[in-house]
């Protein structure tokens, strides 16, 4: 069968609570003519979704915490939603929290990033997490340069999951 459904009926029919998975990393043609496994498991799935890149070389081992989580906010209830699952796995291996916004800092941007500090502390009570303000730029250009400044070993974000035009 296809691929994607049948990692999704898989992990439906185990019981599973998330997904892990690696992705070639193809963009532009080759992505068009081939398709991404991985794009459409995360479109459909509606469990958590770990996605390992070729060029990813920080990914913790067996045994091996990672050691800094970064949250991407953009001020929208939906990537708050990465918050639990974010603290969940900084507790495990005692990690930062690293929470980065995009914007400009006059947009109320430096108050998402308080908010969210607040929760991950409080709430769900990691120990320390750092807060950057990034000047606007591409967001995915910007969020790279994040991970690599903070030396992040794990993204934890939301989509929304759009496919068809709605994703163009």
Do not use: K
């Not at 990034?134 to 934890?156: I, S």
């Amino acid at each position: 069968g296809r691929p994607a459904q049948r990692i999704l009926e898989v992990s439906n029919r185990s019981g599973a609570d998330t997904v892990a998975m690696t992705t070639h990393g193809r963009s532009g043609l080759d992505r068009l003519v081939r398709g991404s496994v991985a794009e459409e498991v995360l479109r459909q799935t509606p469990l958590p979704l770990l996605v390992s890149t070729p060029g990813a070389t920080r990914l913790a081992g067996p045994g091996e915490p990672f050691l800094r989580v970064l949250v991407p906010l953009d001020g929208s209830v939906l990537a708050y939603q990465a918050l639990p699952l974010a603290a969940t796995v900084a507790r495990r291996g005692r990690a930062e929290g690293v929470l980065v916004r995009v914007g400009a800092g006059d947009d109320g941007c430096q108050g998402c990033l308080e908010h969210a500090a607040e929760r991950l502390i409080g709430e769900y009570g990691l120990s320390r997490v750092v807060r950057d303000m990034v000047a606007p730029a591409p967001p995915a250009q910007a969020l790279l340069a994040a991970t690599e400044r903070h030396r992040v070993d794990l993204v934890v974000m939301t989509t929304h999951g759009r496919s068809g035009f709605d994703r163009l």
